[in-house]
């Protein structure tokens, strides 16, 4: 398991939108040492459906063979088809990943549960790994398939030692707390505004997009929990909890790729694959203005 504040680090492109593996290790580097104790490449945040199999495959090679040590790695390896999810999962449990995190099949929609366990059962057996470690990956309102608790309950209890956890973006406090109370179930929330609550009962840490940019920020409230030391955490989680809203404003993705290239002055950055659009110049001014009213404060 990993503890404290896991990164879903964002994905770099050159100008003619390919693949950056330079800036990706160089970005997964900085993050390790500013408080990230994990990273989780190929989430959400980084544009995973907008990127191929092969260059998967070779960001998440070309991370390793740069020095990050692969047991800090938890990639997304979850698409429609059984065929390219079992070979990313494999590359990944054979480089010696802590696991690898597994969106539902997300096209059809209205499946039942009993459609998702068949998949995921056969997911694991076409794995075929000993070692495999299975991260559910929770994200409804984006993906349009939900993974009931019934569903993940059944799930826990087939494979104890394969699904062994779960990062909820719902954004559903309920459902992570429901989630929390599993016994021997490893839940990371989605972003760090329950993230004191979450470590109250339990959760080693969080795996929030907005760790890319507060990271420092985000590791201390964490550290401060892990302490007990609550009061410090509760003083520092309300600067977070406004800085991810105003993100959370925004289109979040070319949000944080724009202040990225802002900071490190690597005009690249901003690049998004479409149908996403970098944040233009005006949106900029606005976000660079809500951000500094919360440091303001």
């Not at 495959?57 to 698409?79: F, H, R, Y």
């Not at 984006?142 to 993940?152: A, D, I, K, Y």
């Not at 609550?197 to 420092?216: D, F, H, Q, V, Y």
Request: glycine residues 8%.
């Amino acid at each position: 398991m990993i503890r404290g504040l896991i990164a879903p680090i964002l994905s770099p492109f050159t100008d003619d939108l390919s693949f950056d593996q330079i800036t990706y290790n160089r970005l997964a580097k900085d993050l390790l040492g500013s408080g990230c104790t994990g990273l989780t490449p190929f989430g959400t945040t980084g544009e995973a459906l907008s990127i191929g199999l092969e260059e998967r495959k070779q960001a998440l090679d070309g991370l390793i063979a740069s020095g990050i040590d692969p047991s800090v790695l938890i990639p997304g390896t979850g698409l429609c088809n059984l065929s390219e999810s079992v070979a990313l999962s494999q590359q990944a449990v054979d480089a010696g990943c802590e696991g690898v995190m597994v969106l539902p099949p997300f096209y059809f929609k209205g499946v039942s549960d009993e459609g998702l366990l068949r998949y995921y059962e056969e997911f694991i057996d076409r794995v075929n790994r000993d070692n495999l470690r299975i991260y559910l990956y929770h994200i409804p309102q984006v993906s349009g398939v939900g993974l009931s608790l019934e569903l993940v309950d059944a799930l826990r209890k087939k494979y104890p030692t394969i699904v062994v956890g779960i990062k909820d973006s719902s954004g559903d406090w309920g459902n992570t707390k429901n989630l929390l109370d599993m016994e021997d179930f490893i839940v990371y929330p989605g972003s760090e505004l329950q993230l004191v609550e979450a470590m109250k009962m339990g959760a080693p840490g969080c795996i929030s997009a907005t760790a890319n940019l507060n990271s420092r920020q985000i590791s201390d409230i964490i550290k401060h929990c892990e302490d007990e030391n609550w009061d410090k955490a509760a003083a520092l989680h309300e600067p977070a909890i406004q800085t991810r809203l105003v993100f959370q404003n925004y289109s979040p993705i070319p949000a944080q790729k724009a202040l990225l290239a802002q900071i490190t002055r690597q005009e690249s950055w901003r690049n998004v694959r479409p149908p996403l659009m970098s944040l233009d110049n005006e949106k900029m001014r606005q976000l660079n203005e809500e951000l500094d009213a919360i440091v303001g404060d």
